[in-house]
C-alpha cells in the first residue's frame, strides 16, 4: 500500500515564475492538507481540500491556491514567487473531515527560489 | 487555536526512557491532544493522540493531567531511531468540519548511543 507521494522532491524557480507542486494521497484517504515547513520552523498550515473543495485555509495569500481531482490527488499552485516561498512542501492525507485521524505526510517537496 | 509549550530540546540514552513534557493550560474541552515527530528530512509521523483519558500504542504511551492542562509522551524503550522533533498539538473539530494541524516549534530529542 503506497503512503503518501509527492511530485517533484526537488524544484528550484526564479522570483516572479509559478509553481504547482502535486500530491496523491494515500489509498483509501479523499482530504489532502498542504503545509508550508521554513527552515527550522514547524510546518505551516496552507489548506485543505475534501471533496474537491477547500474547506478551510490558514494565513496565505492568494497567490496560494489548489485544487483536488476526482481521485482526490490534488495540486498547489503558487503565483509571482517570492525569495520567502522557500520551503519544504508537505502533503498530508486523512480520511473524512470529523473524527480526529490521524494525518498521514508524504516526504515533500523543497522549492528553492532564486 | 489553543496554544502548546514544549522544551526546546531534551537529550536521553539508549535503551532509557524517555518523558516528553507539554503544556497547553488554555486547553478547550473539544481539543485533542496530538502527537507527531518529524525525523530528520522526512515529513511529520502521527505518534499517538487522547481527549482524556491515557492512551498506549506500540510506539508510544500518552499520559494526560486529570485537568487537561498539560501531557506527557512517553517512549518506553527509547532507541536511534527514536531521534526526532517531536510536536505536541491540540487538534480542534472545528464547526466547517475541516481539522488542521497547528504546529509549534517542538521539541528536538537526542538518543546517545
Known amino acids: 500500500d503506497a503512503g503518501v507521494t509527492q511530485s517533484p522532491t526537488h524544484l528550484i524557480k526564479t522570483r516572479g515564475q509559478q509553481v504547482t507542486l502535486r500530491c496523491s494521497p494515500k489509498?483509501?484517504?479523499?482530504?489532502v492538507s498542504w503545509y508550508q515547513q521554513a527552515l527550522g520552523q514547524g510546518p505551516q498550515f496552507i489548506f485543505q481540500?475534501?471533496?474537491?473543495?477547500?474547506?478551510q485555509r490558514g494565513n496565505f495569500p492568494d497567490r496560494f491556491s489548489g485544487h483536488q481531482f476526482p481521485n482526490y490527488s490534488s495540486e498547489l499552485n503558487v503565483n509571482a514567487l517570492l525569495l520567502g516561498d522557500s520551503a519544504l512542501y508537505l502533503c498530508?492525507?486523512?480520511?473524512?473531515?470529523?473524527?480526529?485521524?490521524?494525518?498521514?505526510f508524504g516526504p515533500g517537496t523543497r522549492l528553492t527560489v532564486t | 487555536d489553543a496554544k502548546t509549550t514544549q522544551p526546546n530540546s531534551m537529550e536521553s540514552n539508549e535503551e532509557e526512557p524517555v518523558h516528553l513534557p507539554c503544556n497547553h493550560s488554555t486547553i478547550s474541552g473539544t481539543d485533542y491532544i496530538h502527537w507527531y515527530r518529524q525525523l530528520p528530512s522526512q515529513g511529520p509521523e502521527y505518534v499517538i493522540h487522547?481527549?482524556?483519558s491515557n492512551v498506549n500504542n506500540r510506539m508510544a504511551s500518552l499520559a494526560i493531567a486529570e485537568d487537561r492542562k498539560s501531557s506527557t509522551l512517553i517512549l518506553h524503550r527509547a532507541t536511534l531511531r527514536d531521534a526526532a522533533v517531536y510536536y505536541c498539538i491540540l487538534r480542534a473539530i472545528i464547526i466547517q468540519g475541516a481539522q488542521k494541524l497547528v504546529f509549534g516549534q517542538g521539541t528536538r530529542l537526542t538518543i546517545n548511543p
Open positions: 498530508a492525507s486523512s480520511w473524512g473531515l470529523v473524527a480526529p485521524y490521524e494525518q498521514y
Open positions: 487522547g481527549l482524556t
Open positions: 481540500y475534501y471533496e474537491e473543495e477547500e474547506r
Open positions: 489509498s483509501g484517504h479523499d482530504t
